[in-house]
């Protein structure tokens, strides 16, 4: 019963006025009120009851203990573009669509992030199957999946307690898991070493560079961590440098000559960051995020060369590793390269690497699965690395088999070699053709210019923002990129992300968008994209 109702039924005192029921005052301002049982009318409150209930409404608008003021200003600080400002609008306008509020288009297209499944991306049936034996042990017994995949399971589940995958794991992730990735490793780089011991299954790529970085980052003032990372960048990096209060050390790509790294900037962002902060980590993306460069062998040595030279952590993100389109290039991973570098470089260079099943020919970006290799670590921070890890218990255990299936798929003569090659080709052919579809419409467009796209799964154009509407960006309080993109998604529905959110060189303007909608999904997209950019420099010529 309702704690008023309780308070006025032990007073017995009635609440009518002169005019009975209803005649105003206390009746008329407590309308609202819980009533009685059916049929017995609205329950009566005393002076009491009307006391206690003042009181509660008092207590319940005290002021909040959590506000953007006490609230922990390095969250605050805290920016990740890909899901920012321009993806709540998009959330806004869908939600207007579906009311039936009439817009120029029928739908708002997502070209924000690299989510391939939510563009209409089949899964690998391999991996699903895999997966799906794990979650339904019962399925083992059905005539419906291969040998192979029930192998698989099989060896998964042993390695769970319980053999089952609702059971926590070890902190590092299933041992016969990890074998796997050192398996692979070693097959992908042609033999170099890799040690299981060394692996640490993850909550996608994410969560390994987030720990990594948190057991870098250490001191105050000029002696604080800094970390090295490329401009444009993936968010995750400056969100997880603000959240940790560590200090951002910029270093650029270069756009003229297709986002190549080169070590002379690497040497002048390092030398200027040594007056404010102590730079102790450098960060890589390859194949390039959002800007889809593949670095060759010779940038690879002579970053690493770099590093060793200056005394820096590597941190290697290779989660695209098998997204390479260019003729001509290809992936080579900084662990292969640092071997065949010789002992000196091998047996001292600290270098931690991620890989994830988000990206790749895969794209479960849901199961949050992924791995860090870290080799070379102190062996004392090795234990403070596991008992970080150990303090979220383990990595999600579907992803983890997810994991094992990217890094052990069937192998020639096993019953699902063939249908699971044909699917991993069609994937990997259909993002290269729609890699060069999009760098050559949006290089047909006046006042847009996109380098190659090598690799990964992104375009990130130059856009010519005349000066007229730099100046009604400065009247909106937008950036200038940031207020192309609004228009484009309010005129279009097509929704991508501003360059700002990425870092670029000032006085420059992109827009990062994904290649993963279907073809001719694709090619609308970018239609409409290149009508738009027109229109936009028609107005505001």
């Not at 806004?92 to 391939?116: H, Q, S, W, Y």
């Not at 005349?466 to 279009?492: G, Q, R, V, W």
Request: proline letters at 6%.
């Amino acid at each position: 019963m309702h704690r008023f109702a309780v308070v006025a039924r032990h007073t017995g005192a009635s609440l009518r006025g002169p005019g009975g029921c209803g005649a105003g005052g206390a009746d008329t301002a407590l309308r609202g009120a819980p009533r009685g049982p059916r049929g017995a009318g609205p329950v009566r409150w005393s002076s009491a009851a009307k006391a206690s209930a003042v009181n509660i409404n008092e207590k319940a608008s005290r002021e909040k203990i959590l506000t953007l003021e006490s609230m922990n200003p390095q969250v605050k600080a805290v920016e990740y573009a890909v899901r920012g400002p321009i993806v709540l609008k998009a959330g806004e306008i869908e939600k207007e669509l579906r009311k039936g509020i009439k817009k120029p288009f029928t739908e708002v297209i997502k070209a924000n992030i690299g989510d391939a499944h939510a563009m209409g991306q089949r899964p690998i049936t391999f991996l699903r199957q895999v997966v799906a034996l794990c979650t339904y042990p019962n399925l083992l017994d059905s005539p419906s999946f291969p040998e192979d995949a029930k192998k698989r399971a099989r060896r998964i589940l042993q390695g769970c307690g319980g053999n089952s995958l609702g059971s926590y794991t070890a902190s590092q992730g299933i041992n016969c898991i990890r074998e796997d990735v050192a398996s692979y490793i070693e097959r992908r780089d042609g033999g170099v070493p890799a040690d299981p011991d060394n692996i640490y299954l993850t909550t996608g790529a994410s969560d390994g560079i987030s720990a990594i970085l948190k057991i870098l980052i250490s001191g105050g003032g000029k002696s604080r961590t800094g970390v090295m990372i490329p401009i444009p960048q993936y968010p995750l990096y400056s969100a997880a440098i603000s959240e940790l209060d560590a200090i951002q050390v910029n270093y650029y790509l270069d756009e003229e000559n297709c986002w190549a790294l080169d070590v002379p900037e690497l040497r002048r962002a390092l030398t200027e960051a040594k007056a404010y902060c102590n730079p102790k980590v450098l960060c890589i993306i390859n194949p390039g995020n959002p800007t889809g460069q593949v670095q060759n062998r010779k940038c690879i040595e002579d970053v690493i060369h770099f590093a060793w030279e200056e005394k820096l952590f590597l941190l290697a993100d290779e989660v695209y590793q098998d997204n390479v389109y260019s003729e001509g290039c290809q992936f080579h991973s900084f662990k292969k390269i640092l071997y065949e570098m010789g002992p000196e470089y091998y047996n001292n260079v600290e270098l931690a690497s991620f890989h994830s099943t988000s990206k790749g020919y895969m794209g479960e970006c849901g199961y949050r699965g992924g791995y860090m290799e870290v080799i070379n670590l102190h062996p004392e921070i090795k234990g403070q690395l596991v008992k970080l890890l150990s303090v979220r218990l383990c990595p999600p255990v579907s992803g983890q088999a997810a994991m094992d299936i990217v890094v052990n798929p069937p192998v020639p003569g096993e019953e699902s070699y063939a249908q699971f090659i044909k699917e991993k080709e069609s994937v990997l052919n259909n993002l290269a053709k729609k890699a060069k579809l999009t760098e050559d419409m949006f290089n047909k467009i006046p006042g847009v210019h996109c380098n190659p796209l090598q690799g990964a799964m992104y375009a990130f154009p130059r856009i010519f923002i005349p000066s007229k509407a730099i100046e009604e960006a400065k009247a909106h309080k937008m950036a200038p990129d940031m207020f192309y993109c609004m228009k484009l998604l309010e005129e279009t529905g097509i929704c991508v992300v501003p360059g700002s959110g990425f870092g670029q060189r000032e006085g420059t303007y992109h827009f990062r968008m994904t290649i993963l909608p279907p073809v001719e999904k694709l090619k609308i997209l970018l239609e409409k994209v290149k009508d738009f950019h027109i229109k936009f420099l028609e107005k505001y010529a």
